[in-house]
């Protein structure tokens, strides 16, 4: 049985696999991307490629590992991180980022999951005032925690707000393959180019097996972040097997193919949602999320055939993530259910 809970849940596309497999046929290679590892050079390389020539990619474990450690690597434990409330970063790390790095978040409600300068500004009034967290990193998501994207034009918007006021830009990248096809953009255009300063680059949720990447886009931020990372048990010892994962992913377009399924999956899903009169969509569908409101009494049941996360307990708005792997079929057979549930009220 398929689902619609998240993307993790997906499992590996079988060039992932492959790549894997052949990087094991390579037998010993230096460990924890030191000395000669060429599997963990070339990718690194290719980050450059890909975002410019000063670029500074470390490898990974996992996602809270890539936000917490590159926006801490940042601050000052006085610092504070401002991000909206639905973020990852807020409500989804366990608290990682304040134990971690000490600093408080500041957190702006938002319907929709994007935060604007305008957000941003009450905060600036703590800047010099020696009892209040001083704000430093803005932080957000693309795509939201509402499935909705940022343009290059607002990240850019943010990313100059943040500058003029002292402070770096972060961009939570775990869907970020699935942002750039919704925008038709390069990870250039709306990263590098925008003055973004540091990315989580993700890519567990879009067919690979593990692996994250902090990227440093400017010069000077990640000196000695090797060291954070080693102190935060985030060197991976077989590094090249986190590393050859991106390599293929980053090649022949497969980041692409696979968010571009998940994307049309989410829009058709969303198609057949909106013939239903008995439900109703609460956020414009730009990736591979879709937002809904189920009638309560269905939404067990059929969680029970497909799978799917309860997004606002009190709304019954629920979650339905597409994945590379979703299928038409998959998505008929959930209409189907949906269809019988309804029926028997």
């Known amino acids: 049985m398929k689902s619609f809970a998240s993307d993790n849940w997906s499992g590996v596309c079988p060039e992932i696999m492959e ?28 980050f450059r490629e890909v975002f410019g020539s000063d670029t500074k990619a470390f490898f990974v474990y996992n996602g809270t590992a890539a936000n917490v450690l590159g926006v801490q690597h940042l601050m000052r434990p006085y610092e504070a991180i401002v991000s909206a409330h639905t973020s990852h970063m807020n ?23 994007k935060i604007t300068p305008n957000d941003i500004k009450p905060f600036l009034r703590s800047i010099g005032f020696q009892h209040h967290s001083q704000p430093k990193v803005i932080t957000i998501s693309q795509v939201t925690e509402m499935g909705t994207v940022y ?38 255009e709306m ?4 003055g973004v300063d540091v990315l989580s680059f993700g890519g567990t949720k879009n067919g690979l097996m593990f692996g994250e990447v902090v990227v440093f886009l400017k010069p000077g931020l ?7 990372r080693k102190q935060s048990m985030q060197l991976h010892s077989k590094m090249r097997f986190i590393a050859a994962q991106f390599n293929r992913y980053l090649s022949n377009d497969l980041w692409k193919k696979n968010a571009t399924q998940a994307n049309n999956m989410a829009a058709l899903l969303a198609s057949e949602l909106k013939q239903i009169p008995q439900v ?5 569908v730009f990736a591979n999320g879709v937002f809904v409101v189920l009638p309560r009494q269905i939404i067990q049941p059929l969680q029970q055939q497909y799978y799917f996360h309860v997004w606002n307990y009190t709304t019954n708005e629920v979650r339905l993530m597409c994945s590379w792997d979703t299928t038409e079929e998959d998505i008929n057979g959930f209409i189907d259910a949906l269809k019988k549930e309804l029926n028997k009220i």
Do not use: W
């Open 151 to 188: 343009t290059p034009g607002e990240i850019a918007t943010l990313a100059a707000f943040a500058h003029k006021n002292n402070m770096y830009l972060h961009v939570d990248g775990a869907r970020i393959a699935n942002a750039a096809v919704a925008l038709n953009v390069s990870f250039k």
């Open 222 to 228: 990640a000196k000695d972040f090797e060291y954070s």
């Open 91 to 113: 409500e989804d790390e366990c608290g990682a980022p304040e134990k971690i790095s000490g600093s408080k978040i500041l957190t702006i409600e938002t319907a929709d999951g």
């Open 19 to 46: 790549t894997l497999e052949k990087t094991n046929n390579l037998g010993h290679i230096p460990a924890y991307g030191e000395l000669d590892d060429p599997v963990t050079l070339s990718v690194e390389k290719k």
């Open 280 to 284: 109703k969509l609460t956020q414009k």
């Open 191 to 194: 990263i590098s180019d925008t």
